[in-house]
């Protein structure tokens, strides 16, 4: 795969190229063979994180196009960890902003601006620890979304907003340029392993 050269102080960013990379990556993370055991692996190493951060405040993601999905997990960790308050994102398309809004899961949610699913309460929570979905990653945390720069915005301002970003293996970049606005991720997690800055800090059992 020919991906763009990893420069973090590349000053003009090739939208166009990133641009098909996204498109390449969605459609092989969708291409997955035996991704019921990749999630439940990613879903056994994300168990762990938690575990180890033990949030106050999470935020978390309605996946979309193969994501994984990391309700299911969460809502497994909140049971015996009922003292944590769960958010999930709502956008809105004029501001470009991104808000977490308090939600616990079964309550109702509805369809946002892009067709991903949103909290229907008003309770505007903000998260201490955040899980961010990734189109792709390199292994320094540095990740690449969708374009929309929400999280990047989001982020921004921030940094006592703990990050693990969620991806799957095959999405691991050798190299991508950094742009000025791009927010590293405290942790990136894949069914294979951690990546990211806080990287060897964290020790998992396998």
Request: with cysteine; proline share 9%.
């Amino acid at each position: 795969m020919n991906t763009p050269l990893y420069d973090p102080l590349s000053p003009e960013p090739n939208q166009h190229l990133r641009a098909e990379l996204r498109r390449e990556l969605i459609a092989r993370r969708q291409a997955l063979p035996d991704l019921e055991r990749r999630h439940a692996e990613l879903a056994a190493r994300l168990l762990q994180v938690l575990d180890a951060l033990e949030p106050e405040t999470l935020g978390a993601y309605c996946a979309t196009r193969g994501e994984f999905d990391p309700l299911p997990t969460v809502t497994k960790w909140l049971a015996a960890h009922p003292e944590c308050t769960l958010a999930l994102p709502r956008v809105d398309e004029t501001t470009r902003q991104m808000a977490f809004i308090a939600w616990k899961p079964g309550e109702p949610r509805r369809p946002g601006p892009y067709g991903i699913d949103e909290p229907a309460g008003e309770t505007v929570i903000e998260p201490t620890t955040l899980l961010v979905p990734c189109v792709g990653f390199a292994d320094v945390g540095l990740r690449l979304g969708y374009g929309g720069g929400y999280y990047d915005r989001y982020l921004a301002g921030r940094e006592e907003v703990y990050t693990v970003g969620l991806s799957h293996a095959c999405c691991e970049l050798h190299q991508l340029d950094m742009q000025p606005h791009d927010q590293l991720m405290d942790l990136v997690l894949t069914e294979d392993g951690l990546y990211g800055l806080d990287a060897l800090s964290l020790t998992l059992i396998d």
